[in-house]
C-alpha cells in the first residue's frame, strides 16, 4: 500500500511504538467484558490500524487552531477507531491512554482523563481482572468532573 509523506515521517518516528500500541489494543479487545462496555474501540489488522493513523495524520494535519495543535501534539494518535474519544501519546514511556473533552461557552479549554496510565503493564498484567464496567463508570465521572472544573475556570 502507498502511504503519503506526511504518514511515512511519521512511520520513520513512530513506527515501533504504534505497532506497539496495535498489539496491545488488539490484546485488549479479545476480553468480552472490555469490548461490552468500550465498544469504540476495535480489533484491526495492521494494515487497517495504519490506514486509520494515515487518516489522523492527515486530519492532524489541518488543524489550525493553536490550542488545538498543542493538544493534539503530533505525538497524540486515537486508539478508538470507532470514534476519536481514546487516544495514546507515542512519546509516553507507558503508553497513556486517555479520553478528551472540550468547554467552549466562553473560552476554549481541552482537558483529558486517564484510562490507562500504562497500556503496556496494563495488558501485560492479567486485564481480565479489570472490572471494565467500573472502569467506564469512573472514565464517565472524570469526564465530568474535568468539564465542571473547565467551566470554573472560563468563569461561566
Same mark, same amino acid.
Given at each position: 500500500?502507498?502511504?503519503?509523506?506526511?504518514?511515512?515521517?511519521?512511520?520513520?518516528?513512530?513506527? /515501533?511504538?504504534? *505497532?506497539?500500541?496495535?498489539?496491545?489494543?488488539?490484546?485488549?479487545?479479545?476480553?468480552?467484558?472490555? *469490548?461490552?462496555?468500550?465498544?469504540?474501540?476495535?480489533?484491526?489488522?495492521?494494515?487497517?490500524?495504519?490506514?486509520?493513523?494515515?487518516?489522523?495524520?492527515?486530519?492532524?494535519?489541518?488543524? *489550525?487552531?493553536?490550542?488545538?495543535?498543542?493538544?493534539?501534539?503530533?505525538?497524540?494518535?486515537?486508539?478508538?477507531?470507532?470514534?476519536? /474519544?481514546?487516544?495514546?501519546?507515542?512519546?509516553?514511556?507507558?503508553?497513556?491512554?486517555?479520553?478528551?473533552?472540550?468547554?467552549?461557552?466562553?473560552?476554549?479549554?481541552?482537558?483529558?482523563?486517564?484510562?490507562?496510565?500504562?497500556?503496556?503493564?496494563?495488558?501485560?498484567?492479567?486485564?481480565?481482572?479489570?472490572?471494565?464496567?467500573?472502569?467506564?463508570?469512573?472514565?464517565?465521572?472524570?469526564?465530568?468532573?474535568?468539564?465542571?472544573?473547565?467551566?470554573?475556570?472560563?468563569?461561566?
Amino acid at each position: 500500500m502507498a502511504y503519503s509523506q506526511s504518514f511515512i515521517d511519521f512511520l520513520a518516528i513512530y513506527e /515501533e511504538r504504534l *505497532n506497539v500500541v496495535i498489539d496491545k489494543i488488539n490484546s485488549l479487545c479479545t476480553i468480552e467484558a472490555f *469490548n461490552a462496555n468500550f465498544d469504540q474501540f476495535s480489533s484491526l489488522s495492521k494494515e487497517q490500524w495504519y490506514q486509520f493513523i494515515e487518516d489522523w495524520v492527515r486530519l492532524r494535519s489541518k488543524l *489550525n487552531h493553536p490550542q488545538d495543535i498543542d493538544f493534539f501534539e503530533y505525538s497524540i494518535i486515537p486508539v478508538s477507531e470507532k470514534q476519536f /474519544e481514546y487516544f495514546v501519546d507515542l512519546d509516553d514511556p507507558g503508553l497513556q491512554v486517555f479520553g478528551y473533552g472540550y468547554y467552549t461557552i466562553k473560552n476554549k479549554c481541552w482537558y483529558k482523563y486517564i484510562m490507562f496510565a500504562n497500556l503496556t503493564e496494563v495488558v501485560d498484567n492479567s486485564p481480565e481482572l479489570i472490572d471494565f464496567a467500573e472502569l467506564k463508570s469512573f472514565l464517565e465521572q472524570l469526564d465530568k468532573k474535568a468539564y465542571a472544573q473547565c467551566h470554573e475556570q472560563a468563569g461561566a
